[in-house]
């Protein structure tokens, strides 16, 4: 299967005082961002569907992050997968499991050896499944960007139109949320992400302290 739903379309990056890590790859399912850099490759997957009464008592999410500092060998990542809500040090350990992470042209696929159940629900996929499965889910790519990190935000922080005077967008970013960062500078990250109070992809700057590493060092 292959996915195909709405594209939330990344804006462009600014182009002052960037120095790039990686590749940022988009796909038609936003809720799945992967950064190839050099030879490693990180990566997060974040699906909630809401509740819905009589169908869905509780909301349904499916959420990990994954990475491979091993190189890629014939069109694959050996890595593993992983759940944090903060530093890969605080990680829910019991969900930790070795990955295989499949690039075939356009399409990327995930295989993971234990797959936690919350994503066994609406909001994930069997991602048990390799490449040669039939009933295997496809990401196809839509876009790709260079940027520099994927960051977690541990705190509750606004989104800054510009670092000048600290002007706020209106939009509130909160621990959990995970955003591209695409450039730092004096103390502030210029970052995007999918806002769910606009439902459209936000950009602008947060200050650095707000933001945390989830991948291993």
């Not at 790859?25 to 509740?51: C, H, N, Q, V």
């Not at 209106?170 to 995970?178: A, C, K, Y």
Request: charged letters at 20%; hydrophobic letters at 40%.
């Amino acid at each position: 299967m292959i996915i195909n739903r709405l594209t939330f379309a990344l804006v462009g990056l600014w182009a002052t005082g960037l120095s790039f890590a990686g590749t940022l790859f988009e796909f038609e399912y936003p809720a799945l961002l992967i950064l190839e850099s050099k030879d490693e490759l990180y990566g997060y997957y974040g699906s909630t569907l809401p509740r819905v009464q009589g169908v869905r008592p509780h909301p349904a999410q499916c959420r990990f992050f994954f990475y491979s500092k091993n190189g890629r060998a014939k069109e694959q990542y050996s890595g593993n997968v992983f759940s944090t809500n903060g530093s890969f040090g605080v990680r829910r350990k019991p969900i930790d499991s070795p990955a295989l992470i499949f690039r075939r042209n356009s399409n990327w696929i995930i295989q993971m050896r234990h797959q936690d159940a919350s994503c066994d629900t609406g909001a994930g996929w069997n991602f048990r499944l390799g490449p040669d499965d039939p009933d295997v889910t496809k990401f196809e790519v839509v876009r790709s960007s260079d940027a520099l990190f994927l960051r977690l935000i541990a705190k509750k922080a606004n989104l800054l139109i510009r670092k000048a005077g600290y002007a706020s967008s209106g939009i509130s970013l909160v621990p959990g949320d995970v955003v591209v960062v695409d450039a730092e500078e004096s103390g502030f990250s210029k970052v995007r992400f999918l806002s769910s109070q606009k439902n459209e992809v936000a950009t602008g700057w947060i200050e650095s302290r707000f933001l945390v590493n989830p991948f291993p060092k």
